[in-house]
């Protein structure tokens, strides 16, 4: 039987790399029927709402959706359609692996870590004024509850215990926040307790990000609030790779929504340039959702085999001073079209080669320092 996902292409380069990803998804022979609704600008276009009710009405029915990236107009204009859609469905776990891809476009090959980030409260909760009629000073209230602490935390308990993880990391600010940090602390520590096979230990935010840049590979699987997550998936791509090459899931208790990290990199709209590979990845993440483990192994692997061949790759992967050997640049359409043509054919019985270890500072570093 098919299943049925939704589709929301998205804004920007939305619409042409969930094609990419439809056509990888189409060379797996899994059966998915797709229900295409608009959200961003295209829905305000076609019914003058960014988040019609009927995408919601799909989601909640289909009970799964591919995602491309949704454009939010910055210091005013409407509120972000990614915020909306993850509050009012619900979708509290937002989970971004950061994998080095065969060490590719990256100084740490060694990256292989999972941001677990709360994603219906905090910062992002919308509670914001002007304290002034002058607009002089303004709040944005930082709203964390123990429930949506303690889901967040038991979800990346559960996630690094069902993936074989190690090491949980718990990140946030409570030596300032003494309220809002302390009740995510508190509410870490306790679920902590109850994962004792689990190794548990917490960073202030501001270090974090500094052991990251250092020592990536210390790190497991990190749980945090909605707007330092946000902040430290985008660094753990970098870390990995690139905004490019980096996946993401958000998952409610029956809904799930498959989303790359990136946004809709408005610059590159239109030119089928952008690296099809964060989306292509959610597709794989999207068929283990839905049971197909061995499509979920074909797409994975025929991601790393493009990526490590670096004959068909886009512009992110073949940037002088990120390979040892700068190779042309191809568009987004012909490196999807090469993913799918190797799903059918690659060996899953080869082991995947384990990526190297760290490089060190390679020639970007260099150039910067000439
Ligand atoms: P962005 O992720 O769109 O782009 C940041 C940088 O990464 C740019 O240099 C861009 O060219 C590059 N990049 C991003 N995706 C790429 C890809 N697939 N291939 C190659 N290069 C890629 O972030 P931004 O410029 O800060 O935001 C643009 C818009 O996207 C904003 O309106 C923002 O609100 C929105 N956004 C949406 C989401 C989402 O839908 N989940 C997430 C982040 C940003």
Redesign the pocket.
């Known amino acids: 039987m098919a299943h049925r996902v939704t589709l929301i292409p998205?804004?920007?380069?939305?619409p042409e790399?969930t094609r990419a990803a439809q056509l990888v998804a189409a060379a797996t022979g899994v059966s998915i029927e797709w229900e295409v609704v608009e959200a961003?600008e295209a829905a305000i276009r076609a019914s003058g709402t960014p988040l019609p009710d009927a995408v919601l009405d799909s989601v909640r029915k289909n009970k799964v959706a591919l995602?491309?990236?949704?454009?939010?107009?910055?210091g005013g204009g409407f509120r972000?359609?990614?915020v909306a859609l993850r509050q009012q469905l619900d979708l509290y776990a937002s989970v971004r692996p950061a994998r080095s891809i065969a060490g590719e476009g990256t100084r740490y090959p060694e990256t292989d870590l999972i941001v677990v980030r709360e994603a219906t409260e905090g910062l992002y909760s919308g509670v914001e004024h002007w304290v002034d009629r002058d607009h002089t000073a303004a709040e944005t209230v930082n709203v964390i509850t123990r429930k949506a602490s303690d889901r967040i935390c038991k979800f990346g308990f559960d996630l690094a215990r069902r993936e074989g993880r190690h090491h949980v990391t718990g990140v946030h600010k409570a030596n300032i926040m003494k309220t809002t940090g302390a009740l995510f602390q508190t509410a870490f520590r306790e679920m902590a307790a109850k994962y004792p096979g689990l190794q548990a230990d917490e960073r202030l935010i501001d270090n974090m990000c500094m052991q990251l840049v250092k020592k990536p590979s210390e790190y497991d699987v990190i749980i945090t609030t909605n707007l330092m997550g946000?902040i430290l998936s985008?660094l753990c791509a970098g870390l990995a790779g690139?905004?490019?090459?980096a996946p993401?899931a958000l998952y409610g208790d029956t809904l799930a929504v498959f989303?790359?990290?990136?946004?809709?990199?408005?610059?590159?709209a239109g030119q089928d340039?952008?690296?099809?590979?964060?989306?292509i990845l959610c597709i794989e993440l999207m068929l283990r959702h839905l049971g197909e483990k061995e499509a979920a192994d074909r797409v994975f692997r025929a991601v790393w085999e493009t990526v490590l061949e670096k004959k068909v790759v886009?512009?992110?992967l073949a940037l002088p001073g990120y390979t040892d050997r700068p190779v042309p640049a191809s568009t987004?359409s012909a490196m999807a079209k090469e993913i799918a043509r190797k799903v059918p054919l690659v060996d899953l019985s080869r082991p995947l080669p384990r990526p190297g270890p760290a490089a060190g500072p390679g020639p970007v570093d260099a150039a910067l320092e000439a």
């Open positions: 998205g804004d920007g380069i939305g790399v961003g995602k491309g990236p949704i454009t939010t107009p910055i972000s359609v990614n946000d985008d690139g905004l490019g090459i993401g989303e790359p990290v990136h946004g809709s990199a408005p610059k590159y340039k952008a690296d099809p590979v964060a989306e886009t512009y992110d987004c």
